[in-house]
Nanobody, 114 residues
């Protein structure tokens, strides 16, 4: 079993940047890692994902602004978020997926506002 703990959220002005971290309690090398977000009144959506081989995918609304990366040696996944917009405001969650097992973190709040 893997426990995930997100950090790095906060309040930022439009156009600003934040880097989210997702620290795992064990090895994540065999896990597909994703960042999801859920805004008030909306469904949770996948924002970015990274396969075990390093392939990445992004939702169209964040392409060119967000970057997902992983450091398997540190059991940590990151989400670098640049050029933030008010519509990026949401709780961001980390998810680990492998062979029918799914783990979620508790989420970290990101608020983009002037």
């Amino acid at each position: 079993q893997v426990q995930l703990v997100e950090s790095g959220g906060g309040l930022v002005q439009p156009g600003g940047s934040l880097r989210l971290s997702c620290a795992a309690s064990g090895s994540i090398s065999m896990y597909i890692m994703n960042w999801y977000r859920q805004a008030p009144g909306k469904q949770r959506e996948s924002v970015a994902g990274m396969s075990t081989s390093g392939n990445t995918n992004y939702v169209d609304s964040v392409k060119g602004r967000f970057t997902i990366s992983r450091d398997n040696a540190k059991n940590t996944v990151y989400l670098q978020m640049n050029s933030l917009k008010p519509e990026d405001t949401a709780v961001y969650y980390c998810r680990a997926l492998t062979l029918g097992r799914t783990y979620w973190g508790q989420g970290t709040q990101v608020t983009v506002s002037s």
